[in-house]
């Protein structure tokens, strides 16, 4: 797989982001807030549409009669489209330049909010996501692109408190999601969640429009930056077609684990098997694979952030129905009662992106998905408020620090020409993973969440917390790692 670089590093290393004021200094010249703006505003919307459905899903299930084992589509098939469409238009940006992406994604989500603002239908509803997944990924990527465009312009790499931002407005926007989507859809319903984005890409659009650069000819770009140029840009639609068609495959036998659907294996299994026999003989596949199987520690990395975004997403999402459900919170008290977890994970998000080492924040993360885990095995539709709102924040905690800490794995592990690549990888595990996380969500609640549902979830956590504390203090290489990435 081939997304934009990232900026470029020195002797392969990665300066871990930071935060700062919103001003940048005079040392970041060349990156200033016209150039910055719409990227934030754009590289927030994924995010933020990732969690902001989560205390939409019991009001969208009871206006059009369906159950969390349908709604669940809402959340997969947004990240389906999130998980081939990053990657695609990374190398798309590549070819035909990241502001012409950049815009063409900022008008998709526009489209994808009115549609879904206007849905008479849950199929429409869920068309209207898998715009939303499309639209969105596109900005990230294109992101990445211009920062390395500016860095080539003025001569220098990206400060490392500029990629800090980038990272920052994600994490925080993922954070208040689901207190965002309770608040709109208590006081003007589930609609508002999907309308909400109009305003918001019209804003990143405009912001596009009148202060990006404009993209260079990319023909006389690629001569001058030489072959490697030239492959970066350089399209594999076959291979592109062949992943998105076994994740699909994949995905749908997921969604229904319920009632498994095992014919469906033999196609999954077939499609990957062209897939890789594919990637391994084209010059510049889509998933370099020859480069995975050389780099066991990203491999281990990428499985990491995937098992824990797994469990994240299998608390935001069930916890928040179970609340509403169960416990017979309204959509915008659901809302209330996860801030705390909002609130953890941009906390955690800021100091994981001060942080020097990785193994220690991984550790920490795995050990808060233990704990957290753990708690959730002794709520009841009873529960005091004070005990739910330690439990989500247990959970905001690794949230923040799993991101950051990954992030900077995959920075210092990437092979220093691939890690635009390997970054683009990081986030289609995480995608998986929360796809994973909303076909569990389905099989063990069924049509209502429930008291037992949760306890499912959480002894699934807890397993899992489990298995990532030992992958993570069992990886030798994480020390080094850590040690390096910042001097």
Not at 295 to 317: E, K, P, Q, S, W
């Amino acid at each position: 797989m081939s997304a934009p670089d990232a900026p470029d590093r020195s002797a392969g290393r990665f300066a871990a982001p930071t935060a700062g004021p919103a001003r940048l200094p005079a040392g970041e010249a060349g990156f200033g807030a016209r150039l910055m703006t719409p990227l934030l505003l754009g590289s927030l919307l994924n995010p933020i549409n990732s969690t902001m459905i989560a205390t939409a899903l019991v009001a969208i299930g009871r206006d059009f009669r369906v159950g969390p084992a349908d709604t669940a589509w809402l959340i997969s098939a947004m990240y389906l489209a999130s998980a081939v469409g990053q990657p695609s238009l990374g190398r798309v940006a590549d070819r035909f330049g990241p502001r012409r992406v950049f815009v063409a994604g900022t008008v998709a989500v526009c489209a994808a909010g009115l549609l879904g603002a206007l849905a008479p239908t849950f199929a429409l509803l869920i068309v209207s996501r898998i715009v939303l997944g499309v639209g969105t990924a596109a900005a990230y990527p294109a992101a990445m692109a211009m920062l390395r465009a500016e860095s080539r312009r003025v001569g220098r790499p990206t400060p490392r408190a500029v990629l800090g931002r980038i990272s920052l407005a994600a994490l925080a926007s993922a954070a208040v999601g689901p207190t965002l989507g309770g608040l709109l859809a208590a006081t003007a319903g589930w609609r508002a969640v999907f309308a909400v984005n109009i305003p918001l890409a019209l804003l990143a659009l405009a912001g596009a429009l009148v202060w990006l650069p404009a993209d260079r000819d990319t023909r006389a770009a690629t001569a001058a930056d030489g072959p490697d140029a030239a492959a970066r840009g350089s399209l594999d639609p076959f291979g592109i077609a062949l992943f998105a068609s076994a994740l699909t495959c994949a995905m749908f036998f997921l969604l229904r684990l319920d009632a498994p659907q095992w014919p469906l294996l033999a196609p999954a299994a077939a499609l990957t098997a062209v897939l890789v026999w594919w990637q391994l003989r084209h010059p510049q596949p889509f998933i370099d694979l020859r480069m995975l199987a050389r780099n066991r520690a990203l491999v281990l990395t990428y499985l990491r952030h995937g098992l824990a975004y797994l469990v994240i997403y299998c608390v935001l999402y069930g916890f928040s129905q179970w609340l509403e459900q169960a416990h017979g919170y309204s959509s915008f008290h659901a809302g209330l009662v996860m801030l705390p977890m909002s609130g953890a994970a941009a906390l955690c998000s800021l100091a994981g992106a001060r942080t020097r080492g990785i193994r220690a924040p991984l550790t920490v993360a795995a050990v808060c998905l233990t704990a957290g885990s753990a708690v959730f095995l002794l709520l009841r539709d009873t529960s005091p408020l004070p005990l739910l709102l330690v439990a989500g924040a247990l959970f905001g905690i690794p949230q923040g620090l799993a991101a950051t800490g990954n992030q900077a794995a995959v920075y210092a592990q990437a092979p220093a020409d691939g890690v635009g690549a390997a970054a683009g990888l990081q986030r289609t595990a995480q995608y998986l993973g929360a796809i994973t996380a909303s076909s569990l969500i389905g099989l063990l609640y069924g049509q209502r969440a429930t008291d037992p549902g949760l306890h499912a979830i959480a002894l699934t956590g807890a397993v899992l917390g489990v298995l990532l504390l030992v992958l993570t203090l069992a990886d030798r290489t994480l020390r080094t790692t850590g040690a390096r990435t910042l001097d």
